[in-house]
């Protein structure tokens, strides 16, 4: 199973899992609604809810994809994967690194499946 970002997981049998979630035209209206807002207005307390609201609504989104690759995932005797730094791609990809929730994923993989493999840093896998 390797990481990437144009395809966030390739598995060894050539199946691609891309899952993505960018910020929606509605999270950034909002935002933008909220700092124009008075401080301790009723109205800004509104916008927070609806933002709040909206935050846990992509949340789930992310938390629901992960638990179908997960589930997928799970069903595979063997799953054997590279440990990269995170943050050293978000140093070149930021957003789409933030976006797919990658990191999350890969520790809830160590935590969650039997028998999980790691690869080193440098070893070629593709």
Known sequence: ????IDSKLTLSNGIKIDFEWQEF???KRLQRKLTKLKNDSKNKSKVQN???KEHEEIRNKRKDAQNKTLAFL???RGVVFQEDFLKDWARLFGRQVHASGIG???SRLR???????FIGRYEPTT
């Open 104 to 106: 999350e994923l890969k």
């Open 74 to 76: 799970k069903l595979h």
């Open 111 to 117: 935590n969650s499946l039997e028998t999980p493999v």
């Open 25 to 27: 035209t509605r999270l």
């Open 1 to 4: 199973m390797d990481f990437g």
């Open 50 to 52: 609806l933002l709040k």
